[in-house]
């Protein structure tokens, strides 16, 4: 099996409290592990090398014959290549050690990336940093269950009760639309060749997300650009795929198509109301207010239905937007603040007693 194994290191003063972090991504781009760990006291590059070991060491464990190693330090990457020397003393054995464990696999490559090419990596490292250690194997990649402690229930900080119901939230891949910044509501655009692509890249990840299987119920919009995103996930995942009418886009009546700036000149008074009220439609389309209603309605409907469960859920910015605000119960400034970028995942749980939780919010590390 060919794995590629991304890591990351850091430390909060150069010497100072340092972690590491690394990821397994399997054949499909699923997640099989992830590693992080606070180290001390140590150096940026400490923390980069012992990063590295853990990617490799948990890429063994899930027996991977063939690894390609990403890492934004450029440092560890030509040492690791050979083409660097490791000439600093508190290197060498680290170097070492990467060195054994990579002479177990019939071959490993090593490539830099830039740090926003790293981005899973990094999180796990800084979240070293804030104490908060993450051993995680996915038991449905290695053929045996994860153990029960590597994902942390927020139940025990909340004190919510009953078993959640897991959303998972997609945004639809690129269109035309979004390629050059247009309002795009109820405009029923198709997927660019990139958005495709992104789209099956989506597929792949909540594939090989926990609890996702061919009985994950996969609900969308109606509109094709997320048809054509929850098909590529029901490929994936080996589900079918329902149209929920309450998840589509907002109705931005005549300024569909047009730029923000167009729809500026063209409604200014209205306009610059819309983007502080959440109470004013535009002319001839929805308020936000109207689709809070609506994606709640569409909330409480899933809730009803699959409840305790784990559900696909493939929308739009504005609908995720506002199931990510119903989950943390704030007010509406969320929707101009929070950017979800095109094919990300976000991920709320609720609870049976009206608790809830954000998981996780405008994840990309699968595109």
């Known amino acids: 099996m060919r794995v590629a194994v991304e890591a990351d290191g850091g430390s909060r003063g150069n010497p100072g409290p340092a972690g590491y972090g690394a990821v397994v991504f399997g054949p499909t781009g699923a997640v099989l592990a992830e590693r992080a760990e606070p180290i001390g006291v140590a150096t940026n590059n400490v923390a980069e090398y012992r990063g590295l070991i853990a990617g490799l060491r948990a890429a063994a464990e899930l027996g991977a014959d063939e690894v390609d190693v990403r890492m934004d330090s450029k440092l560890v990457v030509e040492q690791m290549a050979g083409r660097w020397q490791v000439k600093h003393p508190a290197m060498k054995p680290l170097a070492a050690e990467a060195r054994q464990l990579a002479a177990g696999f019939a071959e490993v490559t090593y490539s830099w990336v830039p740090r926003a090419s790293n981005a899973h990596a990094d999180r796990l490292a800084n979240s070293a940093m804030d104490g908060s250690p993450v051993d995680f194997t996915a038991g449905a990649e290695v053929g045996e269950p994860a153990p029960a402690a590597t994902r942390t229930s927020p139940s025990g900080w909340t004190g919510a009760v009953g078993t959640p119901t897991k959303l998972l939230l997609v945004r639809h891949g690129q269109t035309p639309m979004s390629v ?5 509501g109820r405009g029923d655009v198709p997927l660019t060749p990139l958005g495709e692509a992104q789209a099956a890249a ?80 535009p002319p001839g389309g929805e308020s936000f207010d109207a689709v809070h209603r609506r994606v709640a309605r569409a909330r409480d409907e899933v809730l009803r239905e699959h409840g305790g469960r784990t559900v696909v859920l493939v929308s739009h910015v504005t609908p995720i937007k506002t199931l990510l605000r119903l989950a943390l119960d704030v007010g509406p400034s969320i929707l101009f603040r929070l950017h979800l970028d095109l094919a990300s995942l976000s991920i709320a749980e609720f609870y049976p007693d009206g608790n809830a939780s954000v998981r996780l919010v405008n994840d990309i590390a699968h595109l």
């Open 180 to 184: 050059e910044r247009r309002y795009s």
């Open 202 to 281: 989506a597929g792949r990840r909540v594939a090989g997300l926990d609890g996702v299987d061919a009985s994950t119920p996969v609900l969308t919009s109606p509109l094709g650009r997320t048809r054509q995103t929850a098909q590529a996930i029901a490929a994936a995942t080996g589900g079918t795929v329902r149209v929920l009418d309450d998840l589509v886009e907002t109705d931005f009546g005549t300024w569909e198509g047009l730029t923000f700036r167009e729809a500026a000149a063209r409604d200014p008074e209205l306009h610059g109301r819309w983007l502080s009220d959440t109470s004013v439609p």
